[in-house]
């Protein structure tokens, strides 16, 4: 296949449609890319992580070794949906408005996508590499960051590049790490019965009400909280716990028999899910409710079919994107700060598949092109100007 410019490949991967959240196939968009890059020099993986969905490796250059030498470019390929009514356009139909290229994922983040592609396609055609240059495409990262967790496991204990670039939207800041995200189920049992009989049962919204209280508390104590990390973070130095959504009834005249909340917690660097999940337990607990925290993560939340004792308390942990930070005197930071233009972009508060990656040895930074506050909103996009900038500088980092 023939080359093409950053902006020519942007159209091809945003006509691409790869909502995770409607678990929309990421195969097809794989396959494109695969022609684009099958070339000689170029090695390639996909790794099937089912319903379609896959993480694709590319690398040019030597192969990696132990001592982690090299360059990683990572990205995801998934968008969240575009469903609201104020596009002005098809969300998957790249246009250009004056400096703006507008569609879903063109700032999140098929911009850096292509631009990475683009550049590893060119260091393949140009040859001499001293040390290897991969690019990693992930599935599933907008709904926790799944595909970088899969391909983790996925990858074991081969050698790999330990300098990472994941190119998230940050205005070409260069970014030092950024909280995690802990999804939590929390399903308190009751006992159904006809409310005109309401003897014969227990109310589980009412059995909800201690917990919610004790999750207050927690929330309003955790504000005050401080780590080595909070300076990174001027706005919320500090962990997020948020109740994001209650259900529970099936009719007014029946007495629930359950109630599920579905909760948040944002993490700093340094802080953990396996250190959470006693406190967030304890802390109901000392509302007077017995509790069951259900081991591991990414667990299904529940349905509602299984069966609840009118007196459990039961914690799932569903998702668990782990918080990051980069230690601030690496030197591969201070190279990416320097030909950034000397910006620090300190930390942000949503997750990245840098958390993720840890295991593998790589050290990130998060840096790429783009405005967060466009994204995830009708007619998002991103500058051109600011792409072909970008790709002059990571150009330089290549080289």
């Known amino acids: 296949m023939n080359s093409l410019t950053d902006l020519e490949l942007l159209a091809r991967l945003v006509a691409f449609d790869t909502t995770s959240a409607t678990k929309r196939p990421t195969r097809p968009l794989g396959d494109f890319v695969c022609d684009y890059l099958g070339r000689s020099g170029i090695r390639m993986e996909r790794f099937d992580c089912g319903d379609g969905q896959e993480n694709l490796w590319f690398e040019t250059g030597p192969e990696p070794t132990g001592d982690g030498a090299g360059l990683l470019l990572c990205g995801h390929v998934d968008v969240v949906p575009a469903t609201e009514p104020e596009w002005t356009g098809d969300p998957f139909t790249l246009r250009i408005e004056g400096d703006r290229a507008i569609g879903r994922g063109a700032c999140d983040m098929k911009a850096f996508d292509a631009i990475a ?140 028999d359950r109630c599920a909340l579905r909760v948040g917690a944002r993490l700093l660097p340094g802080q953990s899910a396996a250190a959470f999940l006693p406190r967030l337990a304890a802390a109901i607990e000392a509302a007077g409710i017995s509790v069951e925290v259900r081991e591991g993560l990414e667990h299904p939340i529940p349905t509602g079919d299984e069966p609840l004792p009118h007196d459990a308390c039961l914690i799932t942990a569903t998702n668990d994107t782990p918080a990051y930070a980069i230690d601030p005197a690496s030197p591969f930071l201070e190279e990416v700060r320097t030909i950034s233009g000397d910006v620090d972009g300190r930390g942000v508060n949503y997750g990245t598949d840098a958390g993720r990656l840890v295991r593998l040895g790589c050290r990130s930074v998060i840096w790429g092109p783009g405005d967060i506050s466009v994204a995830h909103r009708p007619d998002e996009w991103i500058s051109v100007e600011e792409m072909t900038r970008y790709r002059d500088r990571l150009e330089r980092l290549v080289r």
Request: net charge negative; aromatic share 4%.
């Open 117 to 256: 592609i683009n550049v590893l396609r060119a260091a393949a055609e140009a040859g001499g590499l001293e040390t290897p240059l991969a690019v990693l495409l992930t599935c599933n990262e907008e709904i926790g960051t799944i595909g970088a967790g899969r391909f983790a496991e996925q990858w074991g204990d081969r050698p790999i590049p330990h300098r990472t670039i994941v190119g998230e939207p940050t205005s070409e800041q260069a970014v030092q790490g950024h909280k995690g995200h802990l999804s939590l189920s929390i399903e308190v049992g009751g006992r159904g019965c006809h409310t005109g009989f309401p003897d014969r049962g227990v109310n589980a919204i009412e059995r909800t009400i201690p917990v919610l209280q004790a999750l207050r508390d927690l929330r309003a104590s955790m504000v005050e909280e401080r780590a080595s990390s909070s300076d990174l973070f001027d706005a919320t130095p500090f962990p997020v716990l948020t109740v994001a959504a209650v259900d529970a009834g099936s009719a007014i005249n029946v007495m629930p």
